[in-house]
Structure formats: structure tokens, C-alpha cells
């Protein structure tokens, strides 16, 4: 099996070994220079890992992912912490409108209990369902790393273990896309039915199920909700399709041992 740090044509993946940096591949004419791990010189979280960092790269996969992937360092250390930040943020924002809504919630059943229980109730119950729903998320994260991992061997691209891993992290702004736009839709049936007094509450017979009533607002409140949790989940999948296509040949970063 090739080595991960063999250089390959980004472009072909054509062997580049023994080729000088100046050359050009001989398979598609690409410069050799810039299919070298030094032609790639990190997102702004990779540089220098930071709040601003953290909004510029997050920014940077939103609004141009190929040029952002096309510099991504390909370093097996280190994309862990985006990741973990942005599922986080996304479990937040996923977990926070529903808090205290759901049956069987026990932030909903310790109400009436008195301020205290109510506070060490949603103390406990609200940690525990962001970081649930943060676990969920970053299994399915495992769960896209190794599935382009197995696309990437059907197609004989050389998306090493580092590539793959990198793609995952910085395309996981898609997973707060994922729990913003749920957050949109309700926002958009509180703008209609409270501040433009759209009648969302008149109700109405759903055909072929006789004696079912509901309103406007309840078919809005459940459908544009999960609408965004589609497109949130289409962003993250589009994001890692274009990592996946500029780094499935990049080679990773030799990383320097000790003694």
C-alpha cells in the first residue's frame, strides 16, 4: 500500500516521487509545487486556533469550501477541537426550543415543584440533552469519516486517514446549519402568525382522514422544522463532497519525531 505521505498529483494522482518542485505532472500538466503538502498552508483554525479563527474558518467553509479544503493542511493531529465546538454549538441550538416542551421531559414534569427543583432540574436535564445530542452528532461524524474512506478505496482515490478526518471537522459547520434552521422555520410561523396576525390557527380537514382537524400553524410548526434539519443535513453532506474531491489525492503532513 502507498504511503500516506507519498506526494500525488492533487489533480490526477499521478506519483510525483522524484519529481522536482519547479516540474509539472507528466500525466496532466498541474505544477508539481502545488501538489506538495507545503502548498498548503492550513484553514485559519489550523494556524492559530481561536475564537476569530474559529468564525473566519467556519465563514471561509460556508462561503468558498472548495478554496478553503484546496488549502486545508492535511495533518492528522489537531480537528478535533473544531469539531467538538461546532456540534456543541449545534447541539445548543438543536436542544434549547424544546426544552421543557416534550412529554415525558423532566424539566416539563418538575414544573409546578417549586423555583429550587425547577432549577436543579433543568440544571442537570438540559447539560445532559446538549451533550447527547452532541454525542449523536459526532457518531455521525465517525460515521461520514468512514464511509468516504470506503467510497474514496472504491474509486482508487488515495484520501488518506488525515484527509478524510480533516474534511469531517471543517465541514461540521454544516451540523450548526443543521441546528439553526429549524430555528428559522419557527421563527418564520412566529413572524406570520404573531407579528403579521396571518391566521395560522384556523383549522381545517386533512383529505383522506376523516374527523382530523389541525391548523396552518401546526402543519408549519412540525414540517418547517424538519425541512431544516434536511438542509442542515444536505450542507454538511455537500461540504464534505467537496472536501472529499480537493483532498482525495493530497498527501499528509510528515509529522517530526523526537530523538
Known amino acids: 500500500m502507498m504511503d500516506e505521505t507519498t506526494p500525488l498529483c492533487e489533480e490526477c494522482g499521478y506519483d510525483l516521487t522524484g519529481l522536482v518542485p519547479e516540474g509539472a505532472c507528466p500525466e496532466c500538466g498541474r505544477p508539481v509545487a502545488r501538489s506538495l503538502p507545503d502548498s498548503r498552508p492550513g484553514s485559519p483554525w489550523q494556524f492559530s486556533p481561536g475564537s476569530v479563527s474559529w468564525l473566519r474558518t467556519n465563514l471561509a467553509v460556508l462561503r468558498a469550501p472548495a478554496e478553503l479544503f484546496a488549502s486545508v493542511r492535511i495533518d492528522p493531529r489537531g480537528g478535533a477541537s473544531l469539531l467538538v465546538l461546532n456540534v456543541l454549538l449545534a447541539a445548543l441550538l438543536l ?3 424544546w426544552t421543557g416542551t416534550l412529554i415525558g421531559d423532566p424539566i416539563r414534569g418538575g414544573r409546578g415543584g417549586g423555583p ?5 432540574t433543568f440544571g442537570w436535564v438540559f447539560p445532559a440533552q446538549v451533550l447527547g445530542i452532541a454525542a449523536f452528532l459526532v457518531l455521525l461524524t465517525m460515521i461520514e469519516f468512514a464511509g468516504i474512506r470506503f467510497i ?15 474534511v469531517c471537522c471543517h465541514a461540521s459547520v454544516g451540523w450548526i446549519i443543521l441546528g439553526v434552521a ?8 412566529y413572524t406570520l402568525g404573531v407579528l403579521l396576525r396571518v391566521p395560522l ?6 383529505p383522506a382522514t376523516p374527523g382530523w382537524r389541525t391548523s396552518l ?17 444536505l450542507v454538511y453532506e455537500l461540504l464534505v463532497h467537496i472536501g472529499v474531491r480537493k ?12 530523538g
Request: proline share 5%; net charge positive.
Open 95 to 97: 436542544a434549547a426550543p
Open 201 to 206: 390557527g384556523r383549522t381545517f380537514t386533512i
Open 152 to 166: 474514496a478505496a472504491r474509486r482508487k482515490w488515495r484520501l488518506t486517514r488525515a484527509g478524510a478526518w480533516q
Open 217 to 233: 400553524g401546526t402543519v408549519m410548526g412540525i414540517s418547517l422544522p424538519i425541512a431544516g434539519l434536511v438542509i442542515g443535513l
Open 182 to 189: 429549524p430555528l428559522a422555520g419557527l421563527a418564520l410561523v
Open 116 to 120: 429550587m427543583r425547577e432549577l436543579l
Open 247 to 258: 483532498c482525495r489525492y493530497a498527501a499528509t503532513l510528515r509529522v517530526a519525531t523526537k
